[in-house]
């Protein structure tokens, strides 16, 4: 596996991530809890813009990656 489909398979799963923290701050019922994941659901945001980033640097620079 490249190193391009690393990146774009942390990606996926970093917005997989990010969607099961959303969803168990909304099911929570302990409102302590209910805050901590929403916390981290918002500190994936940078991650998974930074990996969007690099993805898009990588696509600039190989020629190899342009067409995914």
């Not at 909304?26 to 805050?35: L, P």
């Not at 901590?36 to 990996?51: A, G, K, N, R, V």
């Amino acid at each position: 596996m490249t190193v391009f489909a690393n990146v774009q398979g942390t990606l996926a799963n970093m917005k997989a991530i990010q969607a099961e923290l959303s969803r168990y701050a909304q099911v929570s019922t302990d409102e302590k809890a209910k805050a901590i994941f929403h916390d981290c659901m918002i500190e994936t945001i940078d991650i998974i813009d930074e990996l969007q980033q690099r993805i898009e640097f990588m696509k600039a620079e190989e020629l190899q990656y342009r067409k995914s």
